[in-house]
């Protein structure tokens, strides 16, 4: 799901990049107004690009850290059996 959000994140971002650089002006040359768009467009389109790839890293990163916790779960039950200490036979499953 975090991998769809950020797929969608990045291409709304880039498209309202993509919409700021098109925008001109009825006015002849250049306006201050079209500076500011093509700016604002530039930084939507480098800022959807890093929210992309963030939230894939981060999604990918919280996924290898639910497994790292599970692993060390089921090691500590493991290994208090093994120790004959308390019974955690009840816990849920990993």
């Known amino acids: 799901m975090a991998k769809l959000a950020s797929i969608v994140s990045a291409l709304v971002a880039i498209g309202a990049g993509l919409y700021m650089l098109t925008l001109t002006t009825a006015a002849a040359g250049t306006t201050i107004f079209e500076a500011m768009a093509h700016g604002i467009g530039a930084y939507f389109i480098g800022k959807g690009i890093f929210m992309g790839g963030s939230l894939w890293r981060q999604d990918e990163a919280t996924g290898r850290l639910g497994m790292l916790v ?25």
């Open 70 to 94: 599970n692993f060390a779960a089921e090691r500590s039950v493991r290994d208090l059996d093994e120790e004959g200490g308390e019974d955690y036979s009840g816990l849920p499953p990993a």
